[in-house]
C-alpha cells in the first residue's frame, strides 16, 4: 500500500514565555539571559501511516499530540523535519476550532464545510445529513456562542465527517460529547475506517482506541517512544493499571 | 504486495507533499465562495446588534464630508476654490477607503483566531476579505458622488476617466498591500493596531482632500518636498479621483491645479504598488508559518 502520512525527523520548538516588548528585551540583554526560552513539544518524530491505516495517538496531557496532529493537518509547519501527506485532510483539532460565535449554526455550517473545501452545491446538498446527524436541529438559528461544548463538538464533528477527505484526524472531541452521541461517532469513524480512509485518533479512551485502531503511537514529552499494537501501548502507558492510576511518576 | 502493484497504485493517487494550503493569493480566487462566506460573515458580524446597520456605512461619511465642508469651506475660507465639494468629496472617498481597509485588514488574522486554527484555508484569505468588505461599503459612496457631479454638469474627458480607472486601481491594490503585511505584523506584534491610527491620521493630512494641491506647489516650488508628497500612493490615488470628479466639474478645467502628467504618475505608481502587493504576499507567507502557534 501507499503511504499516506510520512513523518520524517519532524521537530517543533515553542517559545515559552515571550518578551516581545521592547523592553524587557533590552532588560533581558542587560542581565545577559535570553529573552525567549523555549522548549522542544516535539523532538525528531519519525513514523510512516500507510493509506487505510488507522492510528491511534496516545500520551499523557501535553505530550505533544495536538501539536502533532497540528503538523500533520498543515496548520503548523516543523521546525526541523519533513511531514508530507496524501490527498485531502479533514477532521477535527479543536472542538472551536473553526467557530464564529457571533453566527448561527447554519451559517456556521456553511462556513465550516467551505473551509473543508466543500462547494456550495455539494453542501446545499449534505446540509440536512450535517444536521440530522448532529442532532441540533432546534438550535440551527441560535449564534454559536451560545452552545454548550457538547452541541459545538456535535456541530463540528457532524461537518468533518461530511467532507470527503483521503485522511481523517480527530483530537479528543468525542470527550464532551454525551454516550449516544459518542456511539454515533464511533460507529461513523468505523464506517470511515472502512471505507479505506486513514484514520489518525488522538484519545485518552483506552477503549475508543481499541474499538478503532489498529496500530498506536506513544508519544512522551515529545518523543515517540512506541510504535506498535494497540494493547501493547496501553500497557506501556499503564493505562490497563487500575490501581495506578496516577502512573507519571513510573516509568513514563 | 507486489512492486507493480504499488506503482500502479500510486500513480492513480494524489501526491505525497507537505500538507496545508500555500498557494497565497492565487489560492484566494480558487475559493471564490468561501472568500464569499467570510465577506458576508463580516458584514454580519459588524452591524448584528447595530440598529442603523448599513447605513452607518452613509452616515459616517456624510457627517464627516458636512464637516470638511463647513470647517474648511465656511471657517477656513476654502470655498473660494470652484466646485470645492467635489474636491473635498472625491478625495475623502479614496482617504476613508483606505483607512478602512488599512483598520480592518490589520486586525482580520488576529480577528479570525479560530478559522485560521483550522486547517487548509490560504490565509491571505482574511485581509482579501477585508479588501472586499470595505468595497461594499464604497461603492454606494461613489454612486452618490456620481450623481453629485452628475447634477454638477460632470462632462468628464477621456484622460478623466483614465484617471478615475488608475486611482481605483492604485487604491485597491494598494490597500491589499498594506492589509497584507500589517495582517501579518499584527500576529506578532499587537503594536500595529496603534501604527495604523497613526498612518490613517498621517494620510488624512498628506493628501490634498481638506486643503489644495495648489497650495503645495505654491509653497514648495517642485522642490524635493513636493516630491516626496508626491510619492505617496494615496495621495496621487486622491488626485487621479479628483481629475476624474472634480476637474471636469470646473468651468475652466485647466483652473483646476494638478501635478504635471498625472496619468503617467499615476502608471507608475499602479506598477509599484502591484509590486508592493507582491512584496506584501511574501512577507505575508513568510509570517503565516507562525500563525498557528502565535495566536
Ligand atoms: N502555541 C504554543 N505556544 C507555546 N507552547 C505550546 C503551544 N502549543 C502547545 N504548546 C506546548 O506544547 C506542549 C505539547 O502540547 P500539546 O497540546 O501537543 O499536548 P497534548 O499531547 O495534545 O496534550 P493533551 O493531552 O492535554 O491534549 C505543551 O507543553 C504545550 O504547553
Ligand atoms: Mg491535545
Known amino acids: 500500500m501507499a503511504d499516506a502520512i510520512v513523518c520524517e525527523s519532524v521537530s517543533k520548538r515553542f517559545t515559552l514565555r515571550e518578551s516581545r516588548t521592547l523592553k524587557r528585551r533590552l532588560v533581558a540583554r542587560a542581565h545577559g539571559r535570553e529573552a525567549n526560552r523555549s522548549f522542544l513539544a516535539l523532538d525528531t518524530v519519525t513514523f510512516t501511516v500507510e493509506q487505510g491505516e488507522s492510528i491511534g495517538l496516545m500520551g499523557l496531557n501535553g505530550s505533544g499530540k495536538s501539536t502533532l496532529l497540528k503538523l500533520i493537518s498543515g496548520v503548523m509547519r516543523p521546525d526541523s523535519g519533513d511531514v508530507l501527506t496524501r490527498g485531502a485532510i479533514a477532521g477535527l483539532i479543536e472542538v472551536t476550532a473553526g467557530f464564529h460565535p457571533q453566527l448561527s449554526g447554519r451559517e456556521n455550517i456553511y462556513l465550516n464545510a467551505a473551509i473543508l473545501g466543500m462547494s456550495e452545491t455539494e453542501i446545499n446538498r449534505k446540509f440536512d445529513e450535517i444536521v440530522d446527524f448532529s442532532g441540533i436541529e432546534k438550535f440551527l438559528d441560535a449564534p454559536v456562542g451560545n452552545y454548550s461544548s457538547g452541541m459545538y463538538a456535535r456541530l463540528g464533528f457532524s461537518v468533518a465527517v461530511s467532507a470527503e477527505s483521503d485522511i481523517f484526524i480527530i483530537d479528543e472531541v468525542l470527550a464532551v460529547g454525551d454516550p449516544p452521541f459518542k456511539k454515533k461517532c464511533i460507529r461513523r469513524i468505523k464506517e470511515i475506517r472502512d471505507q479505506g480512509r486513514t484514520i489518525v485518533f488522538v484519545s485518552h479512551n483506552t477503549t475508543q482506541v481499541q474499538r478503532i485502531c489498529n496500530r498506536a503511537l506513544v508519544l512522551e514529552q515529545g518523543v515517540l517512544t512506541f510504535d506498535g499494537t494497540v494493547k501493547d501501548a496501553i500497557h506501556k502507558l499503564r493505562y490497563d493499571d487500575e490501581d495506578d492510576v496516577d502512573a507519571e511518576g513510573g516509568e513514563l | 504486495m507486489s512492486t507493480v502493484g504499488t506503482r500502479a497504485d500510486e500513480q492513480s493517487l494524489p501526491p505525497l507533499q507537505p500538507p496545508g494550503d500555500s498557494t497565497g493569493l492565487f489560492g484566494v480566487f480558487r475559493r471564490r465562495y468561501l ?219 485647466a483652473t483646476g491645479v494638478q501635478p504635471d502628467n498625472l496619468q503617467l504618475r499615476g502608471v507608475l505608481m499602479l506598477v509599484a504598488c502591484l509590486a508592493f502587493v507582491w512584496l506584501a504576499q511574501r512577507i505575508f507567507s513568510r509570517l503565516e508559518s507562525g500563525f498557528a502557534e502565535h495566536l
Not at chain 2, 477621456?158 to 495582517?183: K, N, R
Open chain 2, 35 to 253: 472568500l464569499k462566506l467570510l465577506v458576508q460573515k463580516e458584514l454580519r458580524v459588524r452591524y448584528q446588534a447595530s440598529f442603523l446597520g448599513l447605513l452607518w456605512s452613509y452616515i459616517k461619511p456624510l457627517i464627516r464630508f458636512l464637516t470638511y465642508l463647513i470647517v474648511i469651506g465656511y471657517v477656513i475660507g476654502l470655498k473660494d476654490l470652484e466646485g470645492y465639494p467635489y474636491h473635498i468629496f472625491s478625495g475623502m472617498i479614496i482617504v476613508t477607503a483606505f483607512s478602512e481597509t488599512l483598520r480592518a485588514g490589520t486586525r482580520s488574522v488576529t480577528k479570525n483566531k479560530s478559522l485560521v486554527r483550522k486547517m487548509n484555508v490560504p490565509r491571505e484569505m482574511f485581509p482579501m476579505a477585508s479588501v472586499l468588505v470595505t468595497a461594499y461599503h464604497v461603492v454606494p459612496q461613489f454612486v452618490v458622488l456620481l450623481i453629485a457631479v452628475w447634477l454638477a454638469g460632470w462632462h468628464p474627458d477621456g484622460p478623466a476617466l483614465v484617471a478615475g480607472v488608475l486611482s481605483v486601481a492604485i487604491l485597491v491594490t494598494f490597500s491589499l498591500a498594506v492589509a497584507l503585511a500589517f495582517s501579518a505584523f499584527n500576529v506578532y506584534y499587537r503594536d500595529s493596531e496603534n501604527f495604523t491610527e497613526t498612518i490613517a491620521h498621517l494620510v488624512t493630512w498628506s493628501t490634498p482632500m481638506i486643503y489644495t494641491f495648489e497650495m503645495i506647489a505654491d509653497r514648495t516650488n517642485g522642490n524635493w518636498i513636493e516630491q516626496v508628497y508626491l510619492l505617496n500612493p494615496v495621495a496621487i490615488a486622491v488626485m487621479l479621483s479628483q481629475r476624474c470628479f472634480w476637474v471636469p466639474t470646473l468651468e475652466d478645467p
